[in-house]
C-alpha cells in the first residue's frame, strides 16, 4: 500500500513539472530577465541597450563600446530562458572596435 502511495506521489509530481516547464513565459517576463543579465554581465553592463520583446523574439538596439560587448550582449539575451531569437542591432561606438 506505501509502495502504492509513493509511486503515485512520483508520478503526480512528475506531471507537475512537466506542465510547469511548458508554460510558455510572457514577453514582460522575458524583458526583465535580459535586462537584469545584461546589467549583471560583466562585459556587457554599461551599454546603451533597449531591449523590445515580441512573441519571444529579443532585438536590442543602442550602442556598445565595441564588438565584444556587442557580441555578449547578443549572447546573454539568448541565454534567457523563453527567448526564441535574437535581433541584434546594436550599433558600435566610434572609438569601438
Not at 1 to 18: D, E, P, Q, R, V
Not at 59 to 80: H, P, S
Amino acid at each position: 500500500m506505501h509502495k502504492l502511495f509513493a509511486i503515485s506521489m512520483t508520478l503526480i509530481l512528475l506531471a507537475a513539472a512537466c506542465l510547469a516547464a511548458s508554460k510558455p513565459v510572457s514577453d514582460d517576463v522575458i524583458y526583465d530577465r535580459v535586462n537584469i543579465k545584461l546589467t549583471a554581465d560583466p562585459v556587457a553592463k554599461g551599454g546603451s541597450f533597449k531591449v523590445e520583446v515580441k512573441a519571444g523574439v529579443v532585438t536590442l538596439t543602442g550602442v556598445a563600446a565595441d564588438e565584444r560587448q556587442k557580441d555578449r550582449a547578443g549572447k546573454v539575451a539568448k541565454k534567457v530562458n523563453g527567448v526564441k531569437q535574437v535581433i541584434n542591432n546594436l550599433t558600435v561606438s566610434k572609438g569601438g572596435k
